[in-house]
């Protein structure tokens, strides 16, 4: 419908000044604006503890991330990150430990890598399981709307990856095993729907540890998996002793859109495209003579199901076929009515076609109240690529030069046993991964001093 013109609102107007109850509209509906406004600019702050001063958790954070590298040879890098987990806290627990956990896999700290990834898949999964308690916790915790950083599929899909790596790098194949379904598991899951598997590299991984671990009929079943998740994974064998996995590019960023920044969007990094290309010990010996694309994590970012999508609105995906007209009936509504009112002098009408305009602008004006912030709160160590390559022999060397067009970088080897052998690398970008964005958010959550003191006794027995 065509939009009416000034006149026949003017008319319908003049229709219903009579009245009493319309000339109350303007100033309820400011109130009700006002009212909702007020009640919703700010969250009300949890207490903190107020038995230790600021400058005293200051300290004790410099103290837990002291103790926690001292006995660490290359981990001078992990101690802004440790600091960070004491001083924010409950609220970006999970993002700080998968932080501190895949710097610590990348410097070979497998100890810690291990006990941060336990924290973090522990923590999405009272939330993200596949079982009707966690049902019932995402229910709860969706509702307060007062979250703590628990990521968007993807990046729990990555934090199950991660751990599983920890485990195979332990020869535990079987607790590997069961990581990489649950990577692939999360990134089929949302706070409020489920979504088909087309994370190719979660169930080739849960295949290859199958290999490891002597069962090869299990491999090829979890090969046949991610084939029907990603075709690449028909050019990639899954029972070769030697595996290399190598990180190119950032994931994409997440940025706040629409009026009042309450729309996730993601942005990618203007970054130059790396591709593995072999991977070598020496100049004549190259156990690995080709690499395939085995995940597109931004691509994972941006879609559900394989489906890409505009904007993530309170949990749910916004796909770019889908038509938002709903919100319209009722300024229509009121449209007909006034115009009606004008053609026929029907104060009635008139009456239904103000309401109708009043019930459009509440609406509006409530859902602009209520939307809150995008939680743009990210992994930014995340690659883009994974690239994987395997080969026929076993290597002796422990590390890999992989060739990235004309220039190489190392891949390091994490899983060395009788059956397999796996190598992990990462690009020049290696560098977020000591590097972490965005000013420190001082924990204000009431659990903090709780939390503070697990993680004393998870990483040094205690303070």
């Excluded at 600091?83 to 993002?95: I, K, P, Q, V, W």
């Excluded at 979890?222 to 950032?250: C, H, N, W």
Aim: proline share 3%.
């Amino acid at each position: 419908m065509k939009h009416f013109k000034l006149a026949p609102v003017v008319v319908a107007l003049c229709l219903v000044t009579s009245m009493p109850a319309h000339a109350q509209f303007g100033n309820f509906f400011q109130n009700l604006k006002n009212s909702l406004s007020g009640s919703t600019a700010k969250e009300p702050e949890l207490p903190t503890n107020a038995a230790i001063t600021p400058e005293q958790v200051k300290e004790r954070a410099t103290a837990f991330a002291e103790k926690t590298t001292g006995k660490m040879s290359n981990a001078s890098s992990l101690k802004p990150m440790l600091e960070r987990l004491y001083l924010e806290g409950e609220r970006n627990a999970t993002l700080n430990v998968q932080r501190i956990g895949l710097a610590a896999l990348h410097l070979g700290e497998l100890e810690l890598a291990g006990k941060m990834f336990e924290v973090a898949t522990n923590r999405i999964e009272m939330v993200y399981a596949d079982n009707p308690e966690a049902q019932k916790a995402k229910s709860l915790w969706t509702a307060e709307k007062v979250k703590d950083y628990k990521g968007e599929p993807y990046e729990r899909a990555m934090a199950h990856y991660y751990r599983g790596l920890v485990f195979a790098a332990k020869a535990d194949f079987q607790n590997a095993r069961a990581m990489f379904k649950q990577a692939e598991y999360q990134d089929t899951v949302a706070e409020s729907e489920v979504y088909g598997s087309d994370f190719g590299l979660m169930p080739y991984m849960a295949g290859w540890a199958s290999f490891c671990d002597g069962n090869a009929q299990l491999a090829k079943d979890y090969l046949s998996q991610a084939v029907k998740g990603d075709t690449t994974y028909e050019m990639i064998s899954v029972d070769k002793p030697l595996l290399v996995l190598f990180e190119t590019g950032r994931a994409p960023k997440k940025i706040g859109a629409g009026q009042h920044k309450e729309a996730l969007k993601f942005e990618s990094y203007e970054l130059p495209v790396s591709r593995a290309v072999k991977a070598c010990e020496n100049a004549k010996s190259c156990p690995v003579s080709s690499f395939q694309q085995g995940a597109d994590i931004g691509f994972q970012a941006t879609t559900r199901g394989g489906r890409p999508f505009d904007t993530i609105l309170n949990g749910k995906a916004s796909f770019k076929e889908g038509a938002d007209t709903v919100g319209k009936v009722a300024d229509t509504v009121g449209a007909v009515g006034v115009n009606l009112a004008a053609q026929t002098g029907n104060s009635d009408a008139a009456m239904i076609g103000l309401v109708g305009m009043f019930a459009g602008l509440v609406a509006k004006e409530v859902s602009k109240a209520t939307a809150a912030q995008a939680d743009i709160r990210e992994w930014e160590q995340l690659p883009n690529l994974v690239w994987v390559g395997t080969g026929s022999n076993t290597s002796t060397a422990e590390t890999l030069a992989v060739t990235l067009g004309s220039s190489t970088r190392q891949a390091k080897r994490l899983v060395n046993t009788s059956q397999c052998q796996l190598y992990l690398g990462r690009d020049s970008n290696v560098s977020v991964l000591d590097r972490v964005e965005g000013a420190i958010e001082t924990g204000v959550h009431k659990r903090d001093p709780i939390f503070r003191r697990e993680m004393e006794d998870l990483l040094n027995g205690g303070a």
